[in-house]
């Protein structure tokens, strides 16, 4: 099982970017994926997750209105898309996913079984 996580970059406060977390070795559709990110010095946070099938979806407070989580099965891939970044959403973030999550557990890292590396997000103010 691979996780690969791409589309991280260095952009301005405002600004957007569209993260990719593409899977294989699994059937992807049967499993939550979620974004977790972590700052230098800070502890890894959790950011947006997505059920596999039907797709419920949530998000961390600090982002919600700003980030949207999306799957595409056929693909194999779940993107983050992240409008409006601000400074404090510089951090490296990593996708995770997993197969038997319930819904309380889609926030906590130790509850993933595979990971992918992370991928840098770097907002200038």
């Known amino acids: 099982v691979q996780l690969q996580a791409s589309g991280g970059g260095l952009v301005q406060a405002g600004g957007s970017l569209r993260l990719s977390c593409a899977g294989s070795?699994?059937?992807?559709?049967?499993?939550?994926v979620g974004w977790f990110r972590q700052a230098p010095g800070k502890e890894r946070e959790f950011v947006a997750a997505?059920?596999?099938?039907?797709?419920?979806?949530y998000y961390a407070d600090s982002v919600k209105g700003r980030f949207t989580i999306s799957r595409d099965n056929a693909k194999n891939t779940v993107f983050l898309q992240m409008n409006s970044l601000k400074p404090e959403d510089t951090a490296a973030y990593y996708c995770?996913?997993?197969?038997?999550?319930?819904?309380?557990?889609?926030?906590?890292?130790?509850?993933?079984?595979?990971w992918g590396q992370g991928t840098q997000v770097t907002v200038s103010s």
């Open positions: 997505i059920k596999r099938s039907g797709g419920a979806t």
């Open positions: 070795g699994l059937t992807f559709s049967a499993y939550t």
């Open positions: 995770a996913a997993d197969k038997s999550l319930i819904s309380s557990s889609v926030g906590n890292a130790n509850a993933y079984d595979y």
